[in-house]
C-alpha cells in the first residue's frame, strides 16, 4: 500500500516538472522572432538580445522595475524616447516599449550603441552590460588606467556587486543561447 503511494507521489512528481518544463520553454522561445528581427536590424547577437531580456524580465512583457523601467528589456524612459526619435516616431509614450516587438526594438537599438562605444577595448561585452545595468557615468569612473582597454581590469573595478552579478548573469546566458540560438 505505501508502495503504492511512493509511486503516485513519484509519478504526479513527474507531471508537475513536465508541466513546468513545457511552460518555461514556451515562455522563452515566446518573443524569439521579436528578438531576431531587432538583432538583424542593429547588428546585435540574437543570443545577446535574448540574454539580456531573460535576466532582465525572464521574458515578461508587462515587467516594471522600481526605477520606471518597463518591457522586456526594462527600457528606461529616456532611452525609450531617444530610440524614437532616432527612428522619427510621432507621439511616441514610454508605454509603447510594453509592446513586446517595441521593447526588442528598442532596447536592442540601445544594447547596440553601447556596445559601439567600446570598440577599443579587448572586450566590448563588460563595458557594454555595465552602461546597459548602471549607467555610463559609472563606467567611466571604472574605466581608470589599464581598465580604459582591459576587460579583466575593467570587471575589477565594478564596485557594484549587483553589476557584477549581472555583466556575469547575461555573458553566462549569452554563452549558452549563442550555441542554438541564431
Given at each position: 500500500?505505501?508502495?503504492?503511494?511512493?509511486?503516485?507521489?513519484?509519478?504526479?512528481?513527474?507531471l508537475n516538472?513536465?508541466?513546468?518544463?513545457?511552460?518555461?520553454?514556451r515562455q522563452?522561445?515566446?518573443?524569439?522572432?521579436?528578438i531576431?528581427t531587432?538583432a538583424?536590424?542593429?547588428?546585435v547577437?540574437?543570443?545577446?538580445?535574448?540574454a539580456?531580456v531573460w535576466?532582465?524580465s525572464?521574458?515578461?512583457?508587462?515587467a516594471r522595475?522600481?526605477?520606471?523601467?518597463i518591457?522586456?528589456?526594462?527600457?528606461?524612459?529616456?532611452?525609450?524616447f531617444?530610440?524614437?526619435?532616432?527612428?522619427?516616431?510621432?507621439?511616441f509614450a514610454h508605454?509603447h516599449?510594453?509592446?513586446?516587438?517595441?521593447?526588442?526594438?528598442?532596447?536592442?537599438y540601445y544594447?547596440g550603441?553601447?556596445?559601439?562605444?567600446?570598440?577599443?577595448?579587448?572586450?566590448?561585452?563588460?563595458?557594454?552590460?555595465?552602461?546597459?545595468?548602471?549607467?555610463?557615468?559609472?563606467?567611466?569612473?571604472?574605466m581608470?588606467?589599464?581598465?580604459?582597454?582591459n576587460?579583466a581590469?575593467?570587471?575589477?573595478?565594478?564596485?557594484?556587486?549587483?553589476?557584477r552579478?549581472?555583466?556575469?548573469?547575461?555573458?553566462?546566458?549569452?554563452?549558452?543561447?549563442?550555441?542554438?540560438?541564431?
Amino acid at each position: 500500500m505505501v508502495r503504492n503511494w511512493v509511486i503516485v507521489v513519484l509519478l504526479l512528481g513527474a507531471l508537475n516538472f513536465s508541466a513546468w518544463w513545457s511552460y518555461r520553454n514556451r515562455q522563452e522561445h515566446r518573443f524569439d522572432a521579436e528578438i531576431r528581427t531587432a538583432a538583424a536590424r542593429y547588428g546585435v547577437a540574437p543570443a545577446l538580445v535574448k540574454a539580456v531580456v531573460w535576466k532582465e524580465s525572464r521574458f515578461d512583457p508587462g515587467a516594471r522595475g522600481k526605477a520606471g523601467e518597463i518591457g522586456l528589456m526594462q527600457l528606461m524612459e529616456d532611452t525609450a524616447f531617444e530610440w524614437a526619435g532616432s527612428q522619427r516616431l510621432p507621439n511616441f509614450a514610454h508605454e509603447h516599449v510594453l509592446h513586446p516587438g517595441t521593447n526588442t526594438l528598442a532596447g536592442t537599438y540601445y544594447l547596440g550603441k553601447v556596445l559601439r562605444r567600446y570598440l577599443r577595448t579587448d572586450n566590448p561585452l563588460p563595458y557594454a552590460l555595465a552602461d546597459y545595468n548602471a549607467g555610463r557615468g559609472r563606467v567611466l569612473r571604472w574605466m581608470n588606467g589599464p581598465a580604459a582597454t582591459n576587460s579583466a581590469a575593467f570587471l575589477a573595478q565594478v564596485d557594484i556587486p549587483s553589476t557584477r552579478a549581472y555583466i556575469a548573469d547575461v555573458t553566462g546566458r549569452f554563452a549558452h543561447y549563442r550555441a542554438n540560438f541564431r
